[in-house]
């Protein structure tokens, strides 16, 4: 079991080196964390976009090119990512990667019916972070791609992050589904779905990890918490996994620990063909790396 997202890189090194395309690469943020990915053994890029701004960053950055295969395309970023889909369909590239696109034309790519990257599986974003104040590596989701997740997409949410923990040696992982409150209020939708999971996980519905909540943040990864407030559970305090109500609360809580947590993550969009890497620019350039590393792992 992973305990430390460096270790994301040492186990991306000791699988096949894959190949990962980039959408629009001429970004200088995606090129450095490439550039790292590439010296640590863990890619081979493919990079699309405009070649001479592709080009110019290389030089500034020092980023040796040599051998590395560039699509040149003087297209609008929209193309570069239909370009990029269309090598992965191809079978010339393994990962997927947003560089200097919009992820809403980034992800059109990707669904298209005809020539995307789509499956029967409901896209959403993985994160999972290291916390100097928290025991071993969680995972957060979904907090870029469901804005209104409801009861049906979050059981696809959670099996997303499930699948994930188990590619990391996370055999069974607790689910903390998280709302405002530890009781069931019918006015409040989240605590709702999160008795109607725990009891979807007892029955079989939903397999492979620990359901329970609904629960607090402080609930799900405090365990003297729980026990102040009289809660049982073998989930709080000892979470893998964190399902957010919704996109507002789960990007909070995101770039909270990011800024104000000291907590770095490693990203990426489950439930297409391939892994997807989608990294915020806010994200810093070992965010990037090892979100690289961990789709390495994904595939």
Do not use: W
Request: with cysteine; net charge negative.
């Amino acid at each position: 079991m992973i305990r430390d997202l460096h270790e994301l890189i040492e186990r991306a090194r000791n699988r096949p080196r894959c190949t990962v395309a980039i959408a629009a690469a001429e970004d200088r943020h995606v090129l450095e964390a490439i550039q790292a990915a590439t010296l640590q053994g863990i890619v081979r890029p493919l990079l699309v976009g405009h070649r001479s701004e592709i080009e110019k960053i290389a030089q500034i950055i020092g980023f040796s090119l040599e051998g590395i295969e560039i699509v040149d395309h003087d297209g609008d970023a929209a193309a570069s990512a239909r370009i990029a889909v269309s090598k992965i369909r191809a079978g010339e590239a393994d990962i997927l990667m947003k560089g200097r696109v919009a992820t809403g034309d980034l992800l059109k790519a990707v669904l298209d019916r005809e020539e995307g990257l789509r499956t029967a599986q409901l896209l959403s974003h993985v994160a999972f972070f290291q916390s100097p104040y928290y025991h071993k590596l969680f995972c957060v989701t979904d907090v870029a791609m469901n804005i209104a997740p409801g009861l049906e997409e979050k059981v696809q949410i959670i099996k997303n992050a499930v699948r994930a923990c188990h590619f990391l040696g996370i055999e069974n992982p607790k689910v903390a589904v998280a709302a405002a409150v530890e009781k069931v209020n019918l006015k409040m939708e989240a605590t709702l779905h999160a008795a109607q999971l725990k009891q979807m996980n007892l029955k079989g519905v939903i397999e492979g990890c620990i359901i329970d909540g609904p629960f607090a943040i402080d609930i799900a990864v405090n365990a003297a918490a729980a026990r102040n407030k009289g809660i049982v559970s073998e989930v709080a305090g000892d979470c893998d996994i964190i399902l957010a109500p919704d996109i507002e609360a789960g990007n909070m809580f995101y770039k909270a620990l990011n800024f104000l947590g000291g907590a770095t993550a490693a990203a990426v969009v489950m439930g297409a063909a391939v892994p997807v890497v989608l990294t915020s620019r806010s994200d810093d350039e070992r965010s990037k790396l090892f979100s690289i590393a961990l789709a390495t792992c994904l595939r």
